[in-house]
C-alpha cells in the first residue's frame, strides 16, 4: 500500500517568513493533492499536481511535483496568520485508472503555527 | 450549495450503544467516502461508495457498516460503539476524472464522537 511521509511534523514560523511542506511517497503519485485543516473544522482543498514537473500557485501558496513523482512541496511565501493550521498530502493509490474510487491515502500531516 | 454536510456535529455514546452518522452532498457526485481522523493517525478510509446502492471497504472498515440508498446520501454506522471508535468523522464525496470531474474530494465540517 501506499505510504506518504511528511515533514516536517509541526513547524514554528516568524509571520512574513517563508517555509515549505514536504510530502514524499513510498510509490510512483499519480495524483497528489493538498489540502487545509483549521483545528476543529474540515479538509479544505488547495491543488492537485498530476504530471512529473508540475507546479501550481494560489495566492502565496506554490505546490510542486518533482519529475519522478514521488515527492511534492507546498511552499508559502510570507506567511500570515491566517495560513495557520494543518496542511495534510493525499494521493490517489492507483491514480486515473482507478477513478479515484479508492478513496485518498493521506500523510500524518503539518501543523503550522504562525508567530506574530 | 451546502456542498456536503454532516449530522449531528457532536456524539457521546456509551460503549455497546449503536448510532447512525448522516452525510449528505448537493453536488450530485458519484462517488462518496467515510474517514477517521485520530491523533497521529491521519486519515484513514473507512468506507466508500462508487454509486447509489454501492459500497466498498476502505483500510479501516471493521466495527463499521454503510449504506448508500440515495445518490446523495452516505450513512454510516456503528453497531455496538467502543472506545477504539473515538474519533472525528469526515465525510467526503467527489466526482470522478473519467466522467469530466477533477477527482477532488469535498469534505464535510466532520462529527467529533466519544465512546465511553
Known amino acids: 500500500s501506499q505510504e506518504l511521509e511528511q515533514s516536517p511534523q509541526s513547524l514554528i514560523v516568524q509571520e512574513g517568513k517563508n517555509l515549505t511542506i514536504n510530502c514524499t511517497s513510498s510509490k510512483t503519485l499519480y495524483g497528489l493533492y493538498w489540502y487545509k485543516q483549521k483545528y476543529g473544522e474540515g479538509l479544505i482543498f488547495l491543488m492537485m499536481?498530476?504530471?512529473?514537473?508540475e507546479e501550481k500557485s494560489h495566492e502565496k501558496i506554490t505546490a510542486k511535483l518533482d519529475e519522478k513523482k514521488q515527492q511534492s512541496s507546498l511552499h508559502i511565501t510570507a506567511s500570515q496568520p491566517s495560513h495557520a493550521g494543518i496542511y495534510l498530502c493525499g494521493a490517489a493509490p492507483r491514480g486515473h485508472s482507478g477513478g479515484g474510487a479508492d478513496g485518498l491515502t493521506f500523510g500524518k500531516g503539518t501543523h503550522l503555527i504562525i508567530q506574530p | 450549495n451546502a456542498g456536503v454536510t454532516q449530522t449531528p456535529k457532536f456524539r457521546v455514546l456509551k460503549t455497546g450503544q449503536s448510532m447512525t452518522l448522516l452525510c449528505a452532498q448537493d453536488?450530485?457526485?458519484?462517488?462518496m467516502y467515510w474517514y477517521r481522523q485520530d491523533p497521529g493517525m491521519g486519515l484513514r478510509l473507512i468506507h466508500y461508495s462508487v454509486g447509489e446502492g454501492t459500497t466498498a471497504k476502505g483500510e479501516v472498515p471493521d466495527g463499521y457498516n454503510v449504506s448508500r440508498l440515495k445518490k446523495q446520501n452516505f450513512l454510516l454506522g456503528l453497531e455496538s460503539a467502543a472506545p477504539s471508535q473515538t474519533s472525528v468523522y469526515f465525510c467526503?464525496?467527489?466526482?470522478?476524472?473519467?466522467?469530466?470531474?477533477?477527482?477532488?474530494?469535498?469534505f464535510g465540517p466532520g462529527t467529533r464522537l466519544t465512546v465511553l
Open positions: 467526503a464525496s467527489s466526482y470522478p476524472i473519467l466522467a469530466g470531474g477533477s477527482n477532488e474530494q469535498f
Open positions: 453536488m450530485n457526485h458519484e462517488y
Open positions: 499536481l498530476q504530471k512529473g514537473g
